[in-house]
């Protein structure tokens, strides 16, 4: 059997008598009754709009999603800190300032490109810190590159006129003229002979 509950008095009605219901037990909401039903009519169109709203969330997260990725790959560059160390006759060899910086101690300009208004190798003091600052992280900056900014021998073989006859990273041994990929924290040791 087919009933239905009226909208006004909750009673189950048959379906074919709830016309007849309303316009009997209810005649002064009948009017309204039917503005109700056309509302309910309606909802199809309530439904579609539902399904508008979320093809503009699905939207909005694959724009969200699509924008961390991005986040997530933005090269950031790098700045790491190794420090250069010299010795000659065994005593501390100064590592000039401002290489990489003062146009007299800034040679090789290939690696510009990579720096924020000074070559990406650079130093700031005496300490030997080399500065690697650059605004990209997928280049592997090597000492040879720093060597050739300063305007020394770019295959490691002297600086300032004094052969290099031991190189060490990280207390390990290389071969003199070998080039060393710069990272931060590395402690690399060279010593000249007079
Ligand atoms: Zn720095
Ligand atoms: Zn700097």
Not at 61 to 66: N, T
Request: with cysteine; aromatic share 6%; net charge neutral.
């Amino acid at each position: 059997m087919d009933t239905e509950k009226c909208l006004v008095c909750g009673t189950s009605v048959k379906k074919e008598n709830l016309k007849g219901h309303l316009e009997r037990v209810h005649p002064k909401r009948a009017g309204s009754i039917s503005e109700r039903q056309l509302v309910v009519k309606s909802v199809p169109v309530f439904r579609s709009h539902k399904k508008r709203n979320f093809a503009i969330l699905g939207l909005l997260a694959l724009v969200v999603i699509g924008v961390s990725v991005a986040a997530a790959s933005y090269d950031r560059g790098i700045h790491w800190h190794p420090n250069l160390s010299v010795t000659l006759n065994g005593s501390p060899y100064t590592v000039p300032k401002d290489i990489g910086i003062d146009p007299s101690l800034w040679k090789d300009h290939s690696l510009d490109q990579y720096g924020e208004g000074m070559a990406p190798l650079h130093t700031h003091d005496t300490s030997g810190t080399i500065h690697v600052e650059a605004r990209t992280s997928h280049y592997d900056f090597t000492l040879h590159e720093f060597l050739a900014i300063w305007g020394e021998p770019s295959d490691g073989s002297a600086i300032d006129g004094h052969r290099v006859t031991s190189l060490t990273v990280d207390g390990v041994q290389q071969a003199t003229t070998g080039d060393v990929v710069l990272k931060d924290g590395q402690k690399i040791i060279m010593t000249l002979s007079p």
